[in-house]
C-alpha cells in the first residue's frame, strides 16, 4: 500500500494555489466544485494559503491518522489501497494456476511471459526473493515489459546443467525480430530451484536471472588487449563503458558498483575483511570479500558502508574486480549468492 507521508505542526499542510489572495478576504475551499468548511479556517501566511490536512484529504476520500509520538500526519489513498488488494489476489490466483511442475516448466513459463511482455507472469514464477529483486523494475514500467520493435518471436529453453544444491540451470534463447527483419538474438541464464512458498509448500521457481555482458580492457600503459571477458551479470544491473571504466548502475540510474582492471588481488584502503570465501570459475581460483569501507580520516567524514568485491584472475598479470555496494534490494547473503553465480559464469576468450 502506497502511502503519503506529511510532517506538519498542528495537523496543517501547505498548499500554494499559485494566485494571489488578499489577507482581508475569507478564504474559501472548494474540492471537486463542493466548498469545504473546516473546523479550522484557511490562512495565509507569507505568501502561501494554509489548509488544514484532514478536511482537504477526507474530502477526497482519503484516511488520515495521526501520530502524536512523532508529529506525522499519514494520508492513505483509497484507490491505491484498493488497487493493492485487486493486485495481490490476482498474483495468488495466477500461482495457483501456473504453479509449474517441473524446472523446465518454471523456465519456460518465465520466457514466455518475457514473449508476451507480461511482468505479472514473469513475476509470479520468481522466487519470493527475486521478486524483491524485480518489483521496482515491474513498476517502473507498469508491469509491460520489453519494446515494441525488437519483439520476441519465440524462443528456446536449453538445460545446462545442475548442481549439487538442486539449481538447475537453463539458457532460453530469444529469436528477436523488427519490421526489417531478424534482430541479434537475445540470451539469458535461468536459475531455477525448489522455494518454500507462502503456504511452506515446496515449489518450482525462477532463482536467478543473468545475461552475458562482455567487458574488454586494454592492458594498462600498454594499449595492448588482455582476453576479452564474458561475465553474466542480473538482468536489472545496467553497464556501461565510458573512459575506460565499466559502471554498474540499478534500474533507476543510481551507481551501485563498477568492474575494474587490476595489477593483483588487491584490496581498496580503508577497508576491514569480515568475510573471505574461496570461488571457483573457468578463469581460476579467485574470491568473494565482504568489505567494511570508510572515509579516510584526513577527510573528516564519517561515513561507512560495505561493499561485496568478487576478485578474479584475467590472464598471469590481471585480475577482474566486479564490486557492488551493498544495500537494498540485496543483503550481504543475497549478493554473495548472486555473484557465486556470476563466478560459476563468466567465460574468456583471447580477441
Not at 494571489?20 to 472548494?30: E, K, N, Q
Not at 515494441?148 to 549439487?164: A, F, H, I, M, N
Not at 543483503?331 to 548472486?338: E, G, T
Amino acid at each position: 500500500m502506497r502511502k503519503m507521508w506529511l510532517v506538519c505542526v498542528g495537523l496543517i499542510v501547505l498548499v500554494f494555489l499559485g494566485t494571489t489572495v488578499l489577507a482581508a478576504d475569507p478564504i474559501r475551499l472548494f474540492v471537486n466544485g463542493k466548498e469545504i468548511v473546516p473546523d479550522v479556517a484557511p490562512r495565509l501566511i507569507n505568501g502561501r494559503t494554509m489548509v488544514p490536512v484532514r478536511a482537504l484529504a477526507e474530502a477526497l476520500g482519503a484516511r488520515v491518522t495521526w501520530d502524536g509520538a512523532t508529529s506525522t500526519v499519514t494520508v492513505t489513498l483509497p484507490e491505491l489501497a484498493e488497487l493493492q488488494h485487486q493486485k495481490e489476489v490476482t498474483e495468488q490466483a495466477l500461482e495457483k494456476v501456473v504453479a509449474p511442475r517441473t524446472p523446465e516448466e518454471a523456465a519456460s513459463l518465465w520466457a514466455e511471459g518475457v514473449k508476451q511482455r507480461s511482468g505479472v507472469l514473469q513475476y509470479v514464477v520468481m522466487s519470493t526473493a527475486l521478486r524483491e529483486q524485480y518489483r521496482p523494475v515491474f513498476e517502473g514500467y507498469n508491469w509491460v515489459t520489453g519494446v515494441s520493435s525488437p519483439w520476441v518471436e519465440s524462443y528456446r529453453v536449453e538445460k545446462t546443467g545442475e548442481s549439487p544444491e538442486g539449481v538447475y540451470t537453463f539458457n532460453v534463447t530469444f529469436a528477436m525480430k523488427t519490421s526489417t527483419g531478424w534482430g541479434e538474438p537475445d540470451i539469458t541464464r535461468v536459475d531455477v530451484a525448489k522455494q518454500p512458498d507462502k503456504d511452506g509448500n515446496e515449489e518450482w521457481c525462477v532463482t536467478g536471472l543473468y545475461a552475458p555482458r562482455q567487458i574488454d580492457f586494454p592492458e594498462p600503459g600498454t594499449g595492448a588487449p588482455v582476453p576479452r571477458i564474458s561475465i553474466p551479470l542480473p538482468t536489472y544491473w545496467l553497464l556501461t563503458h565510458e573512459k575506460g571504466q565499466h559502471t554498474l548502475y540499478d534500474t533507476q540510474a543510481n551507481p551501485i558498483g563498477a568492474i575494474d582492471l587490476l595489477g593483483g588481488p588487491y584490496l581498496p584502503n580503508h577497508s576491514q575483511v569480515p568475510t573471505e570465501k574461496a570461488v571457483s570459475s573457468s578463469l581460476g581460483q579467485g574470491k568473494l570479500v565482504l568489505l567494511e569501507r570508510s572515509e579516510p580520516a584526513a577527510s573528516g567524514k564519517t561515513d561507512s558502508w560495505q561493499e561485496m568485491h568478487l576478485l578474479l584472475p584475467a590472464d598471469g598479470d590481471h585480475w577482474l574486480d566486479v564490486w557492488v555496494k551493498i544495500g537494498a534490494p540485496l543483503d550481504a547473503a543475497q549478493l554473495q549468492a548472486v555473484m557465486e553465480r556470476m563466478a560459476a559464469g563468466v567465460q574468456t576468450e583471447t580477441p
